[in-house]
């Protein structure tokens, strides 16, 4: 599912969203699967616009080969202190081509995201979304799923 059709299903979770992806917040960490089957950890700085949740990938990243391979990401905020309040999301990734799509994607982007063309552009469909934030050892969480998601977590 797009983000902003998940917007629309969850306005606050997608807010909490929108608030801890942002560049402001810190670098997300984005998972992808290298070649060998084993996992991949890399910053980034996602993109929301208009056309939803993007991922910009430069052509000389490793991660753009992960991606057009498998296209399953995970994505997850950088953890701040003192509420050590997060948000992840699963999915899969699509990518983006030709300049109209590009432009109209990344749209409205609060980062003010400007896509070179040394830039691949990604976008990211929904499967799961989780929010979390510990008090006292305690977490509060709220989470949702795509409807018939398949590999979403039980």
């Known amino acids: 599912m797009l983000w902003t059709v998940f917007a629309q299903q969850e306005p606050e979770l997608a807010r909490l969203g929108e608030r801890l992806l942002d560049e402001n917040h810190g670098y997300t960490f984005l998972s992808t699967v290298a070649a060998d089957g084993s996992p991949r950890i890399h910053p980034i700085a996602p993109i929301l616009g208009a056309g939803g949740l993007c991922v910009a990938i430069t052509h000389s990243s490793p991660k753009l080969a992960d991606l057009r391979r498998e296209p399953r990401i995970a994505l997850h905020s ?23 799509a590009r432009t109209a994607a990344v749209a409205g982007a609060q980062s003010g995201a400007h896509l070179s063309e040394a830039m691949v552009l990604f976008e990211v469909d929904l499967r799961e979304v989780g929010w979390a934030r510990w008090s006292q050892d305690q977490p509060a969480r709220r989470r949702w799923r795509a409807t018939g998601a398949p590999g979403a977590l039980s």
């Open 78 to 100: 950088t953890v701040v202190p003192p509420d050590d309040e997060e948000f992840a999301v699963r999915g899969v990734v699509r990518e983006v081509e030709g300049d109209r």
